[in-house]
């Protein structure tokens, strides 16, 4: 029997196909005063639905992690924002199982959205090197790279003044410590263990729609083709994989899929910048050089491509 054609959960299904369409889908199509995606934000909050995956006391719906990753393939079959993802899959996580009472209290921020958060790493008190900064960043996620190779975690406030710049951040206030000290790797992977991302497999299919309809529109040689082939069989298979663990709630076994996510979004976007050609290079060359950039990095576009909760796979014990 498929998965999506039990009762319960095809009931589920359509309630969460209703709701996009209510919330997402008509507010693009009407005059509705208000930005869709501040709408799409309030809507998730008024029903309780911006952080599935946490705990229910602490803003989560305590659906199966079967009726999670329907809503993640229906949201992000229909392009719905997904959100900070860095904040809601990773911080969000890292803060109810090691954060101390007043740092629990920014659980609130990443929930009903109002605040982003950022990744950065830092050797020293203050010189902070940013590795995920986006527009609107209010607060930081620290990995204080200490000797030995070790690290901890720690929480700063990011001044908009420095959003934008480049080289070393200045934080106007003191590191808060997360958890114990030389315990981020470990830290790291015990939330990845106990809150897998749902999401991951369902965030490179959105992914995948994208690309074809990107090839669709422009012709495309043999090589891309292949590769556009050899993407979809392994996003198929994955998928496929995901489901029957969910369905067994073999949910230790879900950062298999993460890891197997984040080699497809890699391809996915090495593709995407091979369509590009020049068009697609993201810093000035000198003229006359039209290279293309160099591969995607697994390590260092993690951040940007990836699943945030297999962050702690870039770091040795």
């Not at 590191?175 to 315990?183: K, T």
């Not at 198929?236 to 899929?257: K, S």
């Amino acid at each position: 029997m498929k998965l999506d054609k039990a009762p319960d959960l095809r009931s589920t299904i359509q309630q969460f196909k209703d709701f996009v369409l209510k919330h997402w889908i008509k507010p693009q199509t009407q005059l509705t005063a208000g930005h869709p995606k501040t709408l799409w934000q309030q809507a998730l909050n008024n029903k309780g639905w911006s952080t599935p995956d946490w705990p229910a006391h602490l803003g989560g719906t305590n659906w199966t992690a079967i009726e999670r990753y329907h809503w993640y393939k229906v949201t992000f079959q229909a392009r719905c924002p997904p959100g900070d993802i860095l904040a809601k899959e990773l911080v969000g996580p890292l803060l109810f199982s090691f954060g101390n009472s007043q740092q629990i209290t920014y659980l609130d921020g990443i929930r009903t959205g109002t605040d982003i958060w950022g990744l950065a790493r830092s050797q020293g008190n203050h010189a902070v090197s940013p590795m995920h900064i986006s527009a609107g960043t209010t607060k930081l996620l620290v990995i204080l790279e200490q000797p030995a190779h070790q690290s901890s975690l720690a929480l700063a406030h990011q001044p908009a003044k420095a959003l934008g710049q480049a080289g070393p951040l200045q934080i106007n206030k003191e590191f808060e410590l997360l958890g114990h000290s030389n315990q981020a790797h470990s830290m790291m992977k015990a939330v990845q263990l106990k809150y897998p991302p749902v999401a991951a497999i369902c965030r490179t299919a959105g992914a995948i729609d994208q690309l074809a309809l990107g090839m669709a529109t422009r012709s495309t040689t043999r090589q891309e083709q292949q590769a556009f082939a050899e993407i979809s069989i392994a996003q198929h298979g994955i998928e496929i994989y995901c489901q029957r663990l969910l369905a067994a709630e073999q949910t230790d076994l879900m950062p298999l899929v993460t890891r197997a996510a984040r080699k497809i979004m890699i391809k996915i976007k090495a593709l995407e910048q091979n369509l590009a050609g020049y068009y697609g290079l993201t810093a000035a060359t000198e003229p006359g050089s039209n290279e293309k950039e160099t591969p995607i990095s697994d390590l260092t576009d993690i951040f940007q491509y990836c699943e945030p909760l297999d962050l702690f796979d870039s770091f040795a014990e």
